[in-house]
C-alpha cells in the first residue's frame, strides 16, 4: 500500500518561511507515474487545494492566496515533492496534507479531494502575527 510521509511543518513567525516534504514509499510504480498536490484545512473548515503538480513537474497550480510566495516543486529520483512556503501569514496556517493520484492527466485547475487516491497524515503550519 502506497504512503505519504509528510515532513516539515512547524511555528514560524509572519513574514517567515517554512519547507513542507512528501516522500512516497512503499510504491510498485515510480513516482513519474503520480501527479501530485498539497492541501489544507482549518477545523470546521474545508479541505482546500493550495498547488498540485503534474508527473514530471513540468506543469503547476496554485491557489490565487499564495501565488507569489509558494512553490511547489519534486525530485523524482528521491520519490519527494516539495513546498517552499514564504512571506507566511497568520491566514496559511493550517494542517498541510499531500495527496497523489497515479495519472498522466493534468490540468492547470484547482485541485479536489476527490481526485487523490493516497494521502499523507498531515502536517501543522502555524504562523504567528
Known amino acids: 500500500q502506497v504512503q505519504l510521509v509528510e515532513i516539515g511543518g512547524g511555528s514560524v513567525q509572519a513574514g517567515g518561511a517554512l519547507t513542507l516534504s512528501c516522500v512516497i514509499k512503499?510504491?510498485?510504480?515510480?513516482?513519474?507515474?503520480?501527479?501530485m498536490a498539497w492541501f489544507r484545512q482549518n477545523p470546521g473548515k474545508e479541505r482546500e487545494g493550495v498547488a498540485k503538480?503534474?508527473?514530471?513537474?513540468?506543469?503547476?497550480y496554485y491557489m490565487d492566496s499564495v501565488k507569489g510566495r509558494f512553490n511547489i516543486s519534486r525530485d523524482n529520483a528521491k520519490n519527494t515533492m516539495y513546498l517552499q512556503m514564504n512571506q507566511l501569514q497568520p491566514e496559511d496556517s493550517a494542517t498541510y496534507y499531500c495527496?497523489?493520484?497515479?495519472?498522466?492527466?493534468?490540468?492547470?485547475?484547482?485541485?479536489?479531494?476527490?481526485?487523490?487516491?493516497?494521502w499523507g497524515q498531515g502536517t501543522q503550519v502555524t504562523v504567528s502575527s
Open positions: 495527496a497523489a493520484i497515479i495519472t498522466n492527466y493534468f490540468q492547470p485547475v484547482a485541485p479536489k479531494q476527490w481526485e487523490y487516491e493516497f
Open positions: 512503499e510504491s510498485q510504480f515510480p513516482s513519474t507515474r503520480y501527479s
Open positions: 503538480i503534474s508527473p514530471i513537474g513540468g506543469s503547476t
